[in-house]
């Protein structure tokens, strides 16, 4: 069964870095997202990603936050200047269309620790 | 703007117990109601969901949850449990015409032997 993979698994960085989370979406999906996990906290919607735009993104997606689609099978997620709460587990999901009713299928997540 | 509780953080159940996870959500406008697992190490998966028709809606593995826009509920329900099913459940809600799930904070369901 197709399925979303993310790199790495466990990503370590100093307050400050650069970080880019890749996500791999399943093959024939068309639409994008991003959510995030803080410890102990609710899964939050990021970004959602369509045709190589942003269709919608939340409060939490500031200037600090950007998505691309770099070639034909990677999603990425970058967050220029990392700060200490922008700790958390990172989840990234697809669909097929953008029907609210279409399944979001999603990848097993990248845990991003701040130092 | 839509909201989604889970009352229970933790639920311990002995194995073949009957179990209940809670779900209540608010929203002004229809939704659609999903329930995803999380498996240790492992992504979200669906679990199940509501669209429309019959309120109450099964999964392969024997879980149900009925839909009740009354009490504005959609409570999942296992009659015996399995080891196998611990796991965290996610209840979330997506507004129609929209892309964005809301989730609640999850129950981590932990079964005894």
């Known amino acids: 069964e197709p399925e979303v993979t993310q790199t790495p698994s466990h990503q370590v960085t100093q307050m400050g870095q650069e970080v880019i989370l890749r996500c791999v979406p399943i093959s024939n999906h068309l639409y994008f997202y991003w959510y995030r996990q803080i410890l102990g906290q609710k899964v939050e919607f990021l970004v959602s990603?369509?045709?190589?735009?942003?269709?919608?993104k939340s409060e939490i997606f500031d200037d600090q936050f950007s998505v691309e689609r770099p070639d034909g099978s990677n999603f990425t997620l970058k967050i220029r200047s990392t700060k200490l709460e922008d700790s958390a587990m990172y989840f990234c999901?697809?669909?097929?269309?953008?029907?609210?009713?279409?399944?979001?299928?999603f990848g097993p997540g990248t845990r991003l620790t701040v130092l | 703007a839509q909201s989604v509780t889970q009352l229970d953080s933790q639920v311990p159940v002995f194995e073949e117990a009957p179990v209940e996870l809670r779900c209540n959500y608010s929203?002004?406008?229809?939704?659609?109601l999903f329930w995803y697992v999380q498996y240790p190490n492992q992504g979200l998966q669906l679990l199940l969901k509501y669209l429309s028709g019959s309120t109450l809606v099964e999964s392969i593995n024997g879980f149900e949850a009925e839909f009740n826009k009354s009490q504005t509920s959609f409570h999942l329900r296992k009659p015996s449990v399995h080891i196998s099913d611990t796991a965290e459940y996610f209840c979330?809600?997506?507004?129609?015409?929209?892309?964005?799930?809301?989730f609640g904070q999850g129950t981590r369901l932990t079964i005894n032997p």
């Open positions: 929203s002004s406008v229809s939704v659609y």
């Open positions: 979330a809600v997506i507004r129609q015409g929209a892309q964005k799930l809301v």
């Open positions: 999901a697809s669909t097929g269309t953008a029907q609210a009713a279409d399944t979001q299928y």
């Open positions: 990603f369509y045709n190589n735009e942003i269709s919608e």
